[in-house]
């Protein structure tokens, strides 16, 4: 990492999913990265970790998070971050791949669509590398 982009990035990235096993997983595979982690179990309490750190006037590089999540799902989430200044990178997965779902997901804001079962450690730490 080159000097600029030490002072660009943000390393805080907010995970949700509403399954305790793969919110898990998730937490394993982003701490392992180097960034802090803040875990939410749907698309209002991602919208809540948002509000808290940017109210302790902090930044979040990335958020990364699951499509279907009751009450609020993935792509609502992206709607009403988007809509509350959030500029940084929002990725979804889901187990549910759909043509449609893709569309549906970046018309929403979102700015990567992933099928679950690719979310490796060497695409989160690529996707960190990337976004953060």
Do not use: H, W
């Not at 990235?13 to 919110?23: H, K, T, Y």
């Not at 937490?27 to 948002?50: D, I, Q, T």
């Not at 043509?99 to 700015?111: I, P, R, T």
Request: charge should be negative; hydrophobic fraction near 45%; include cysteine.
């Amino acid at each position: 990492m080159n000097a600029a982009s030490a002072t660009e990035c943000k390393p805080r990235v907010i995970v949700a999913d509403d399954s305790p096993d793969f919110l898990e997983i998730l937490l394993l595979l982003f701490n392992n990265s180097g960034v802090e982690v803040l875990a939410a179990k749907s698309g209002a309490e991602v919208l809540a970790r948002y509000q808290e750190v940017k109210s302790a006037g902090q930044e979040v590089g990335l958020i990364a998070m699951d499509v279907c999540m009751p009450p609020m799902s993935g792509n609502t989430a992206a709607v009403k971050l988007r809509a509350a200044g959030y500029t940084g990178k929002i990725i979804v997965f889901t187990a549910y791949v759909a043509s449609n779902g893709k569309k549906a997901s970046l018309d929403s804001g979102v700015d990567a669509y992933f099928d679950k079962s690719v979310l490796t450690r060497e695409l989160v730490n690529a996707l960190v590398e990337q976004y953060c």
